[in-house]
């Protein structure tokens, strides 16, 4: 693993020759240090960078002018001595017939130029940077070259958010030492994280080939860092998960989003699972568990978000794990939308400034949710009914029903609540290195990883009935390969075919929790039952009773030996399904013999009432003990 940003030693401090238009090169005796948890290099001998006390011997420096160039030290020039910095070195204005002087203007903090950056379609340039913060850290980034437009505000904005001082007097000099220099590295800027290619790309760091580097106009801090040790972690969170199917489920589900790509074979979008039940029993706990893989506990989040924010979390997280918590925060009139948007992995199409087409924000990620509603529930507060197109994208899964509310084994502590703060306190230690280890062992895992998958698919008890179970059984599926995998690299500390297990056990609880049969017939069947028991004794009569007058009439009823059968007309059946097709209401009706009586090729039957042959839908409810 190379570490980019923030986690490089000092370069050599013999830096003092600068030409016009370039920038120093490195030499070869660049050294990288090991991986610290802080998210920099130290190094103490870098101290005086930032002091105001210049050292009693000073070296002087050997410059050609008229030339930028870095100073990493403090240096001596024609008997005075000269603070750290970016110089330039050029000749004051002659006056009359006065021979011009030496000019030493001071630009800002130590900084470097290390590369040219572009993606690979030779787009989006940027330049490589690297400087020194006032904590004599050096920081990488790579900056965009859209940045130096116009005055120059954005990128002198961002690189004093980090820690660049600068001569607010001499800053237009910064821009021209910037566009001046053609450095001869060149490297690939990756504008989003995950999968590049055969390297995976995080903002702080590379997986895989050196020469790709996270770009972006702002650069991100705090999704991606890390704390602590993998062999704590392994020993206070992953290994408590044993005996605890939904925590195994929760942190198998964590490993699942560098799948979609490469074993999946899925170039945008993702699914996801959401955690149901009651408030208070540790729902927000297996979050914290799972982004645990990646991050800090900041790297869970609410629900409360415009759909246009979570599109931009989900893009910065491409190809690892978006979590949210609580969904009842998020509108209900929107959230099918979001789900629509998050697991289709495309956001809106938007226009340029120029007029032109902006291009849309793409993206692979895997969604944990939780909340004490499940998706369907939360959409009819607002009033919709929810698609088998959401129901498969965002899988509801019972998490409460355990033994201790979401846990099973508490691992010798008194109580779930016990457990459950044990298990956030080791998750605000140890965080952010199973998934770096994770993608290491990906990286050089050679086998073919798509058989493999497909292989764990054939398990019977991963079968469906219906396009939605056997969608749904893909997903689970996905997620028990995802921690077998973690296993067999050395990460969870589990027993082989304990994440299989625990996801074949979600899915399961799943399928009791969805019900049988397709998703609209069963809200067809559901509508029809409601308006049976709204309006059965009021807008119904008995089909003898031919003089009864009935204000918005919606048929007869008639008993017969298995039970009472309602002849709806048209208008009322179309009522009672509102938001479905008719002939899909009467392929539901058909398909679970709800329509008892019908007319040779016809599923409606023309009945003598008041005299006169009008044609009426027979339909009697099945209980699903009658099936």
Known sequence: MSEMTNRHAPLPTERTEGTQGTSPEITETQQFPEENTSGYSENPSLSHIQSNDPPENAPTANINRSAFCTHEEWFSLNGQVYKPGLYWHGWTKPRGNAEPEPLEIWVCTPINIIAITANERGESFGLLLRFVNPYNEWIEWAAPMYLLKGSGEELRGELLNMGVR?????????????????????????????????????????????????????????????????????????????????LLLSLSTAFLGPLIKHVKLQETGGVGIHLVGDSSQGKTTALQVAASVWGSPGFVRTWRATANGLEAVASALNDTLLVLDEISECDPREIGAIVYAISNGTGKQRAARTGGMKESAHWRCMLLSSGERSLSAHMSEGGKRIKAGQEVRLLDVPATNQTYGLFDELHNYPDGRSFADALKQSTNKHYGHAGKKFLESLINDKRDLTALYAKTSDIPEFSGRDGVQQRAASTFTLIGFAGELATEYGITGWEEGAAINAAITAYKNW?????????????????????????????????????????????????????????????????????????????????EGWIVEHDIGKRSKKIKVGGSAVSLYAIRPVDEDEK
């Open 166 to 246: 600068l001569d607010i007097k001499n800053r237009q000099y910064l821009l021209q030492w910037m566009m001046e220099s053609f450095p001869e590295k060149r490297i690939i800027a990756a504008l989003k994280t995950g999968w590049h290619n055969d390297s995976f790309v995080l903002p702080n760091c590379t997986i895989g080939n050196e020469d790709i580097r996270f770009q972006s106009e702002h650069v991100v801090h705090n999704n991606f860092i890390t704390s602590g040790s993998l062999e704590q972690w392994r020993l206070t969170v992953s290994q408590s998960c044993n005996g605890n199917p939904l």
């Open 511 to 591: 399928q009791d929790f969805r019900g049988e049969g397709q998703t609209e017939t069963r809200q067809i069947l559901n509508s029809i039952n409601e308006f049976i028991l709204r309006h059965g004794d009021s807008r119904f009569t008995p089909i003898s009773d031919n003089g009864h007058n009935v204000r918005e009439r919606a048929g007869y009823w008639r008993d017969v030996p298995s039970g009472r059968v309602y002849f709806f007309n048209s208008p009322s059946l179309k009522e009672a399904a509102a938001g479905f097709d008719l002939r899909r209401v009467l392929d539901a009706l058909e398909s």
